[in-house]
T-cell receptor, first 113, second 113 residues
């Protein structure tokens, strides 16, 4: 059974640009959550999508947005990148409502220069 | 109230010893407490999880102890091995919106051979 797939693995962007990250959940998982991981702030919840609708949102500015497609794949977008957005962005998938175990992908390492 | 406090930040244990990592939470609405293990360059991997209706859960060498009245839970790794060297995160969430995990700051565990 394939795990959670995130693409790309690494990205380098310039301040002010925008970026789109992709996440393909485990087959049969319909919930996708996104997290930001930094050395200073640790792992922080960004948002969760289920059935193409945002169900939960963390405390991040509106520059961070996401969406989910009918096949449960999800994308996360960050606009007007700032240096502080440099982080590992992790996606987790789960069977919402049938158990709360969340399985993480390997993440996308974003560096903003 | 949403915080989960984890200690210690780093821990060195001799091979064969017991590794103990502690977490404390404030929000009594939390009712799902997983532990994740993360190796460098990888996403967090679910290790073991507990719900507050039990005081202890054991899976192989890994045990979670849960103290509901003290709002504390801990991870014990018995017979610690060099391959256990990783960063460990405790987390908490609510069954409603269970995909929104609140993480502790992490513990870097080193097992000396």
């Amino acid at each position: 059974k394939a795990g959670v797939t995130q693409t790309p693995r690494y990205l380098i962007k310039t301040r002010g640009q925008q970026v789109t990250l992709s996440c393909s959940p485990i087959s049969g998982h319909r919930s996708v959550s996104w997290y930001q991981q930094t050395p200073g702030q640790g792992l922080q919840f960004l948002f969760e999508y289920f059935s193409e609708t945002q169900r939960n949102k963390g405390n991040f500015p509106g520059r961070f947005s996401g969406r989910q497609f009918s096949n449960s794949r999800s994308e996360m977008n960050v606009s007007t990148l700032e240096l502080g957005d440099s982080a590992l962005y992790l996606c987790a998938s789960s069977k919402r409502g049938q158990g709360t175990e969340a399985f993480f992908g390997q993440g996308t390492r974003l560096t903003v220069v | 109230q949403q915080q989960v406090k984890q200690s210690p930040q780093s821990l060195i244990v001799q091979k064969g010893g017991i590794s103990i990592i502690n977490c404390a939470y404030e929000n009594t609405a939390f009712d799902y407490f997983p532990w994740y293990q993360q190796f460098p360059g990888k996403g967090p991997a679910l290790l073991i999880a507990i719900r507050p209706d039990v005081s202890e859960k054991k899976e192989g060498r890994f045990t979670i102890s849960f103290n509901k009245s003290a709002k504390q839970f801990s991870l014990h790794i018995m017979d610690s091995q060099p391959g256990d060297s990783a960063t460990y995160f405790c987390a908490a969430s609510m069954m409603v919106g269970a995909q929104k995990l609140v993480f502790g700051q992490g513990t870097r565990l080193t097992i000396n051979p």
